[in-house]
């Protein structure tokens, strides 16, 4: 019916398309985990203004 | 001798070069009178000019056709100042005639009727503009501009130091405020493998196929980077198409989220202001995005690393001067380069073929693809999400930054003058150059 390996577009398809969500998935926990990380070394930003304000 | 004195260009000028150069003034037109994208098009405009100047010899190379096995050489079947398409019977040589895998003319004949040759000896050098696959059809670069391209393009050097500077001039800062924004960046790639599966249909190889794939990414460096690497015969055809479709964002857009959408939808309101990102943040996120992207998709190293540097040199503060060189003088020589060799791979003999016609047509299904998956992935979010997302969002992961951020934000004013969208919309936009950036890499892991 096509003349291209359907089994091996599929796995590039699907796959590629799944490794792009998984990284953009672990970089937005990593992210969190940078925020968290800088809210314990420098304080939360909004909190400190508010504090000052 | 006298007649190289006069041999003229017109000799080998033919309608296929008259039309290429009405498309590079088309392009160089758009850039001057309409402002589109002009820093890109006015370059790569004068590059197609240049290249269909019979003999000017910018973008040629040259192959050495070799005899296959000994014998006598019979008859030459073509003249020595003929143009000839690929596939073309160049030289008899007892019973069998050589084919020229390239198309272009033969510029040094060292064989006569008669004589004896052995195997691998060189028959003619043929000159073309043709970019080959190194491995299958090995040419030498000749001209300036096939020398740039070569030794620009080809080696890898200029497209991820153009990410470079992207780098230096990416705000990370909305993304970081807002990270699950970043899932609409993941869904925008969509439309590469839709247009991936598309250019399979159309009976493109698996290579061309993820080359044009990649225009939906919507990142002209990562485009070249990848066709480069998997397809380099089609290279002009799909950073024309990219950057075109790039500059044609506000016309793609807006029907595809005007039919996916309600006017309620576009009308959500979203609260102006985003978190404030504090600069260790800004400095961390380079560093550990890098470290986490190249250690899962590898062959994505060039790009990512180059995209982060940047991004680094612009947040740590202490290197302005590098921070400012990778956003202005360096961007604007890489861009000279790279536009320029882009314009000279669009020669009449590469470029009027039936596949470019196919790549541009996909080329904007790509986009169009992209655009509309990034707006039901908002719309699927929004089923789960307290504080609903405004779904035009999910076209603003269309990287093409930052031009798809402004036309979502244009069109949420219309839609709600209460609604400031662009600092929302920049954080899928800049997701998606990440996201494009690492489906390039994959396609080249896997193909390449």
Known sequence: MWDFDMELALVIALGGLAVVFIILIALSFAIGGIRMLAERIEGDPDAEKKKDG | MLFGLLETGFLYFY???????????????????????????????????????????LMDYQYELRAKKSGIVGEVLIDESSRFNENTRIIQIDTE??????????????????????????????TTTMQTDQE????????????????????????????????????FGPMLANPRTMLLGAATQFGVYFAFFISLFFGFSFEEAASIGIIGGAEGPTTIFVTATLAPHIIGATAVACYS?????????????NALTTKKERQIYMKPKLRNVSKLEKILFPICGAVIVILLVPSSAPLIGCFMVGNLFRECGVVDRLAETAQTSFVDILTIFITLCIGGTMT??????????????????????????????????????????????????????PMAARVVHVMGQKENKKNYLLMHAMGPNVAAAIGAAIAGGVFVGVLG
Do not use: C, D
């Not at chain 2, 479709?245 to 989220?257: E, K, R, S, T």
């Open chain 2, 15 to 57: 309608w296929g070069n008259v039309l290429m150069i009405l498309i590079g003034g088309g392009l160089i037109f758009l850039g001057i009178a309409k402002k589109m994208e002009p820093l890109l098009l006015i370059p790569i405009g004068f590059g197609i000019i240049l290249v269909n100047l019979p003999l000017g010899g």
């Open chain 2, 136 to 171: 299958e059809i090995p040419t030498e670069p000749v001209g300036l501009l096939s020398r740039l391209f070569a030794f620009g393009i080809m080696w890898h050097i200029l497209p991820p130091l153009i990410f470079l500077s992207l780098g230096a001039l990416t705000n």
């Open chain 2, 245 to 257: 479709y790039m500059a044609l964002v506000p016309l793609i857009l807006p029907p595809v989220i």
């Open chain 2, 348 to 401: 009449a003999e590469n470029f009027i073929t039936i596949s470019t016609l196919s790549i541009l047509v996909i080329g904007v299904v790509s986009f169009a693809s992209a655009a509309a998956a990034g707006v039901l992935f908002a719309k699927f979010m929004n089923l789960f999400l307290k504080e609903k997302i405004n779904p035009m969002l999910g076209a603003a992961g269309v990287s093409a930054v």
């Open chain 2, 97 to 126: 005639a050589l084919i020229s895998p390239v198309h272009g003319r033969i510029t040094n004949l060292r064989v006569s009727p008669g004589q004896q040759v052995e195997a691998g000896e060189v028959v003619a050098v043929i």
